[in-house]
């Protein structure tokens, strides 16, 4: 575990030098991707497990020589069913969010989870999914079971989940349980709530946002710029109106008094803030040029018992140096502002940087004008090969969800 403060979650910036953070190691989901369904999955290819798994190696290994201890969605969830002994309970939540009818094919999965002796195991298989070859019922007693079609799978795989950025954030010393976009997605945040509810080290850990609730969010698009202040996108993923229930959730019970709101534009290519945005220094943000003309920051603060909504109207540089009550920042534009350069840059995740300390930072290594800049302007840049990884649509910061950063 991280240095002893008291609480095991510990985010107050986005760039204090990281101490603990979750990742999940690529599995035989990316196995169950294929052609005809990507879209349902939120892919645009397939990529190579193999090749995937050496780039996620690669980059736990960048984490953990810089001091990072690395902890494993999967072990962690393997941990809290074996601790609170709710691995039946698990698998009745699970199975329940499936989309799969009560009958034969639905005991007969729900039988294969239970047997597995191997707690680890049986979460990876909840992750891969289920195909229709693999369960086999000899009597079908409903029609639900009776019926059949081209759809290959009885239980969808969760491809994304190498991207743990997402179904949970961690803010300050609490957590948001994530409402995500889309259902296939969704069924990734009961990793997080029985992390969150029996993990020994974490079940303590208050909450900001519950996974039942009716708006989207995703972490993604929330920012920690400091410890009174939050950046969160308004996106594809994320919903206005979950911005306005977070802010009203950590306002008055937590240091947090402001919440800046960017509304970026709503489509796959800016699918969340920090594909866009992130920070990287003190005084350093990169930025994919592309949002910046019709960027629009609102700001939300406490009133009373609800919020105030005001429009900040002046340069993004302004807003985020009164934010950080410092005198300037610099924006290092993704491509260096090139416009083909820059889209190109973006797509492969450019702007979405993972920082280790203040001024260190991890990045894949095919975003080179970028890179290149980010060092000429005094940042550490850890390289590693993400041309696999980067096929879901998500980089370094996309790949990791801190629990344990140094104030600054």
């Not at 969760?158 to 179904?167: E, G, S, V």
């Not at 080290?201 to 710029?225: C, M, P, Q, S, V």
Request: with cysteine; net charge negative.
């Amino acid at each position: 575990m991280a240095a002893n403060t008291g609480q095991a979650v510990n985010i107050f910036s986005e760039i204090g030098k990281l101490k603990q953070v979750i990742v999940h190691r690529p599995g035989r989901e990316l196995e169950n991707l294929v052609p005809d369904y990507l879209d349902r999955l939120l892919f645009d290819d397939i990529p190579f497990l193999e090749a995937a798994q050496k780039e996620h190696d690669e980059f736990a290994k960048i984490l953990e020589d810089n001091g990072v201890e690395v902890l494993y969605l999967e072990r962690l969830v393997t941990e809290a069913l074996d601790a609170a002994d709710v691995k039946e309970q698990f698998v009745d939540e699970w199975l329940a969010e499936t989309g799969l009818a009560k009958g034969a094919t639905y005991e007969a999965i729900r039988q294969d989870l239970l047997n597995y002796d191997d707690t680890f195991e049986m979460v990876l298989k909840t992750m891969e999914g289920y195909t229709k070859t693999e369960v086999e019922v000899s009597d079908s007693v409903s029609l639900a079971d009776s019926i059949s079609g081209d759809y290959p799978f009885l239980v969808d795989p969760m491809p994304n989940l190498y991207f743990t950025r997402d179904p949970f954030a961690t803010i300050g010393n609490g957590v948001s349980i994530n409402h995500m976009y889309a259902e296939t997605r969704n069924r990734e945040t009961l990793y997080g709530k029985y992390i969150f509810d029996f993990h020994p080290n974490f079940k303590d850990t208050e909450t900001y946002y519950k996974r039942d609730a009716e708006t989207r969010i995703e972490g993604g698009d929330i920012l920690i710029l400091s410890e009174k202040t939050l950046a969160i996108g308004i996106s594809q993923r994320t919903d206005a109106r979950s911005i306005e229930t977070l802010a009203k959730n950590i306002f008055g019970t937590t240091s947090y008094d402001e919440v800046l709101a960017f509304s970026i534009a709503e489509n796959r290519k800016f699918m969340h803030l920090d594909t866009v945005f992130t920070m990287v220094d003190y005084d350093k943000f990169t930025i994919h040029p592309e949002i910046e003309g019709d960027l629009q920051v609102f700001s939300v603060t406490k009133d009373g018992e609800g919020v105030k909504i005001e429009e900040k109207v002046d340069t993004l540089e302004n807003i985020l140096a009164e934010a950080l009550e410092i005198e300037k920042v610099e924006l290092i534009r993704c491509g260096g502002g090139d416009p083909v350069i820059a889209a190109r840059e973006q797509w492969n995740d450019g702007s979405n940087t993972l920082t280790i300390a203040p001024g260190v930072v991890i990045v894949y290594n095919r975003n080179t004008v970028t890179n290149k800049l980010l060092r000429e302007a005094g940042i550490t840049v850890h390289e590693f090969d993400g041309s696999e990884l980067v096929r879901g649509r998500g980089g370094p910061r996309c790949m990791s969800m801190p629990v344990y950063r140094e104030n600054i």
